[in-house]
Structure formats: structure tokens, C-alpha cells
Antibody, heavy 120, light 111 residues
Framework: QVQLVESGGGLVKPGGSLRLSCAASGFTFSDYYMSWIRQAPGKGLEWVSYISSSGSTIYYADSVKGRFTISRDNAKNSLYLQMNSLRAEDTAVYYC?????????????WGQGTLVTVSS | QSVLTQPPSVSAAPGQKVTISCSGSSSNIGNNYVSWYQQLPGTAPKLLIYENNKRPSGIPDRFSGSKSGTSATLGITGLQTGDEADYYCGTWDSSLSAHVVFGGGTKLTVL
């Protein structure tokens, strides 16, 4: 079955870096756009970034632009999020999700999420 | 404050029907497709509706979606206690900062 498994979350100090990974299985990874979406504790969903199937098209939320970098390795069926200059407000559960491109953007399925905590 | 506006909460009795609204603008809902997600407590979100009114395989027809102008609506009939969850709408926003936007979420309580 289609499955997404995130890893790499943890506790990091403000200004630090972290790299999240998402391992995909059960579908042809290279055929799909992929996204990162986060949810701060007790808050709603916030889209972070998405990348086209080939990696040639990338979008970022303004809140992470210039600090986060999304990438993928289709040979390894993996999606990544390099997070630099982390701030307290980046604390959240980060989900990866299989996506469709605009204008019909949707996310299905979602991984179980990985928690990133930015605190001194 | 979210770009898409949803009511913070709705409630209804088991067996009843409820609707959840999602209001946006011409740069998002008005010119793009809407999707809806259900997030049960402590779990990841799940796609309920895509492209305004289509249901993925496995989603019961008790769930329906519609769009008119710059607003969208999720309908749930035959409410069950297992439907208690947070519901989010989402779409693409074609403004200068092209990006995906979500509503703030609606907490459904089945009384």
C-alpha cells in the first residue's frame, strides 16, 4: 500500500539546522509532486513547500523561504527538507504528503509526521 | 489569521447533517480547486474531497463537497460519533506569493 514515513525530527537550538527525510513506498515516486506541511502544537495546518516530480519546480511558503530547502532523490524514493536558521516558531509536527500540481492541489496520503522542537 | 475562513466549530446530533463553510477570494478558491481534509485526534490529516467535489476511494458518500464563486462547502450526512474531528479546506493561491493555503480548521462535535 502507499506509505510515507518521515524521520529526522528532534530538539534543536534556535539558529540550528535539521534535515528531515520522507521515505515513500507503494507507488511510483517519480510520477508525483511531493510536499511538506507542518502543524504547530494545537494549531492548524500550514503548507511549507512543494516540489515537482522531476524537481524542476519548487515553491516555498514566505515564512520559510531562504531558510528551508526541499529536494528529492527519485532513485531512492525519498523526499527531504533541509531546515536552517531555525526559529521557535518553526516548532511543529512536519508531514510529508503526496501531491498534485496546481490548480488542483491536493495531498494524499500523509505520513505520520515527525516532531521538530526549536528551543534553547 | 488564515487566508481561507472557516467557522471554528460546528456541532450536530448523531444521524443529522452538518455543513462546514470555507470562504476565500478570487485568487484562491475563485480560480482553483478546493480539497478537504479530516484530522482525527492524534492522527495525520486524511483527504476527504479533492477537486471541489470528488471523493477518493474508500471515502463514504456521506461526505460531499461543493464550490460556488469564492466559497466552498463540506457536507456530512448521517453523522456518527467517529466523525468528531478537525476539518480543513485547502487550495492554491495565485497571488504574488504563489502558494498553498489552508483554512484555520473547524472542530466538529457530534453531540
Amino acid at each position: 500500500q502507499v506509505q510515507l514515513v518521515e524521520s529526522g525530527g528532534g530538539l534543536v537550538k534556535p539558529g540550528g539546522s535539521l534535515r528531515l527525510s520522507c521515505a515513500a513506498s507503494g507507488f511510483t515516486f517519480s510520477d508525483y509532486y511531493m510536499s511538506w506541511i507542518r502543524q504547530a502544537p494545537g494549531k492548524g495546518l500550514e503548507w511549507v513547500s512543494y516540489i515537482s516530480s522531476s524537481g524542476s519546480t519548487i515553491y516555498y511558503a514566505d515564512s520559510v523561504k531562504g531558510r528551508f530547502t526541499i529536494s528529492r532523490d527519485n532513485a531512492k524514493n525519498s523526499l527531504y527538507l533541509q531546515m536552517n536558521s531555525l526559529r521557535a516558531e518553526d516548532t511543529a509536527v512536519y508531514y510529508c504528503a503526496r501531491s498534485r500540481p496546481r490548480p488542483a492541489v491536493w495531498f494524499d496520503p500523509w505520513g505520520q509526521g515527525t516532531l521538530v522542537t526549536v528551543s534553547s | 489569521q488564515s487566508v481561507l475562513t472557516q467557522p471554528p466549530s460546528v456541532s450536530a446530533a448523531p444521524g443529522q447533517k452538518v455543513t462546514i463553510s470555507c470562504s476565500g477570494s478570487s485568487s484562491n478558491i475563485g480560480n482553483n480547486y478546493v480539497s478537504w481534509y479530516q484530522q482525527l485526534p492524534g492522527t495525520a490529516p486524511k483527504l476527504l474531497i479533492y477537486e471541489n467535489n470528488k471523493r477518493p476511494s474508500g471515502i463514504p458518500d456521506r461526505f460531499s463537497g461543493s464550490k460556488s464563486g469564492t466559497s466552498a462547502t463540506l457536507g456530512i450526512t448521517g453523522l456518527q460519533t467517529g466523525d468528531e474531528a478537525d476539518y480543513y479546506c485547502g487550495t492554491w493561491d495565485s497571488s504574488l506569493s504563489a502558494h498553498v493555503v489552508f483554512g484555520g480548521g473547524t472542530k466538529l462535535t457530534v453531540l
